[in-house]
């Protein structure tokens, strides 16, 4: 069974601050991932992919890959009232295996 | 720019109908997934669609689940005998490559009562 593992949240930021959110996976044969932002009752809206070792920066979010670690993150820098939705980490294994999402609340 | 389009947008149903939802990849797209969200809980893999045929499917998609591209441009999940466990949201999403992002529709909400 390929798991994807985020951590449970909520997480609660005031606006401006760095959001952090971390996802696990088991299965090292995955090549690449995703991180998809859902807000209540849409589908997921693709924020960034990865897919080498390292840090990738996309205006206010990095992402960053340890394939070692099998370890995958996203900071969400100045942290938006618009970003509170909840994020789901993806794992590409030619389909994708979600985690179960953090969701994220930014007080005003 | 291009969308995955799905319809219908909601649909309420008894348990025990048939009941097919669509969707219109993007144009130029090769593979077309299908996968659903149970409220509360996480999106899941139900199968995935390549030259016409089904490339791979999850335990989910079982005898009651069928996809089909009936016309080159729709792409349809059929459920046979719906169950109140089918009620969710089911996304379709298509790619051109595999390793591609996966671009996905905006959802079709089933209710089965």
């Known amino acids: 069974q390929k798991e994807v593992e985020q951590n449970s949240g909520p997480l609660s930021v005031p606006e401006g601050a760095i959001a952090s959110l971390n996802c696990t996976y088991s299965d090292r044969g995955s090549q690449s991932f995703f991180w998809y932002r859902q807000y209540s009752g849409k589908s997921p809206e693709l924020i960034m992919s990865?897919?080498?070792?390292g840090d990738k920066e996309d205006g206010r979010f990095t992402a960053q890959l340890n394939k070692a670690s099998q370890y995958v993150s996203l900071l969400i820098r100045d942290s938006q009232p618009s970003d509170s939705a909840t994020y789901l980490c993806?794992?590409?294994?030619?389909?994708?295996?979600f985690g179960a999402g953090t969701t994220v609340t930014v007080r005003a | 720019e291009p969308e995955v389009t799905q319809t219908p947008s909601h649909q309420v149903t008894q348990m025990g109908q048939e009941v097919i939802l669509r969707c219109v990849p993007i144009?130029?797209?090769?593979?077309f997934y299908w996968y659903r969200q149970i409220l509360g809980q996480k999106v899941e893999f139900l199968v995935s669609?390549?030259?016409?045929?089904?490339?791979?499917k999850s335990e989910i998609f079982d005898d009651q689940f069928s996809v089909e591209r009936p016309d080159g441009s729709n792409f349809t999940l059929k459920i046979r005998s719906t169950k109140l466990e089918d009620s969710a949201m089911y996304f379709c999403a298509s790619i051109r490559d595999r390793q591609e992002t996966q671009y996905f529709g905006p959802g079709t909400r089933l209710l089965v009562l």
């Open positions: 990865i897919y080498s070792n």
């Open positions: 144009s130029n797209h090769l593979y």
């Open positions: 993806a794992a590409n294994d030619y389909k994708l295996s």
């Open positions: 669609f390549y030259n016409n045929e089904i490339s791979e």
